[in-house]
């Protein structure tokens, strides 16, 4: 619990960091349309989905703290020191605990391909600038 404490910040800031690149990357004039289209076959937001939004955007922020909250302690344990060595061990826990999970998925789920690429990408650019920012945090 001391952890999270002495940490609140700089977890806090890296979800907020999680939130904004999120809100920017579903944007429709981003990937949001082409997401939108993939998942649910529509570029509009099936109605039961549009009332469950703001739970779902609130319960992503919480999800947003506890991958902070993991990343900053592993990179602490690793002694990462720079932005630099921050992106390198982000980019190696982004490949061996969600590109890699999450195309496994894709081979059986028979989702797109396209699909994952967006989802996934998400996933990494968000994980890996985070991880550059608690290089630079110390």
Request: proline share 5%.
């Amino acid at each position: 619990m001391t952890f999270v404490i002495t940490q609140a910040v700089p977890i806090l800031v890296g979800a907020v960091i999680f939130t904004v690149i999120g809100g920017i990357w579903y944007m429709p004039q981003v990937f949001g349309r082409v997401w939108m289209q993939l998942q649910f076959g529509s570029t509009e937001l099936p109605p039961d989905r549009k009332k469950k939004a703001a739970k779902a955007m609130a319960a992503s922020f919480v999800l947003a703290l506890i991958t902070c909250a993991v990343l900053r302690k592993l990179l602490l344990i690793f002694g990462v020191a720079t932005p630099s060595e921050g992106v390198q061990y982000s980019l190696w826990l982004a490949i061996g605990f969600i590109i890699v999970p999450q195309y496994n998925d894709i081979l059986f789920s028979g989702k797109p391909v396209k699909l994952y690429a967006i989802t996934t990408g998400y996933y990494v650019v968000s994980l890996v600038l985070v991880g550059a920012l608690y290089g630079w945090w110390q």
